[in-house]
């Protein structure tokens, strides 16, 4: 009931107007310094990424064998106690350069 009255209350109001009108007029400053430079409004395509799945198929997976053999590895290890001790969270880092194949391992 209290933050219903207070997005309610002209203060609000007033407060939400000027901050939409200093953002519209902005807006209309970045308009005008485009038009200085020529600038020109351009369509841009944007493409949609590849949808990628958690099931793989191993049989498609050629040459990762030891890093997985690894991966299983330290996995199985139980996690260190954090400070408060309680049950600690590992992470497992996959690092590398792109197109190296990191989700494809991690899957």
């Known amino acids: ?48 990424r590849e949808m990628t799945y958690s099931h793989i198929d191993a049989l498609d997976v050629i040459g990762r064998d030891n890093e997985k053999e690894e991966i299983i590895e330290l996995l199985m290890q139980p996690c260190g106690r954090g400070e408060d001790g309680d049950k600690g969270l590992c992470v497992i880092p996959i690092v590398g350069i792109g197109g190296l194949g990191k989700t494809t391992l991690a899957k």
Do not use: C, Q, T, W
Not at 11 to 38: C, E, Q, T, W
């Open 1 to 48: 009931m209290k933050v219903g009255h207070f997005f309610s209350s002209p203060f609000y109001r007033l407060r939400i107007a000027h901050r939409i009108k200093d953002v519209r007029d902005s807006l209309d400053k970045v308009v005008v310094d485009g038009n200085k430079f020529g600038l020109e409004r351009m369509d841009v395509s944007v493409e949609r």
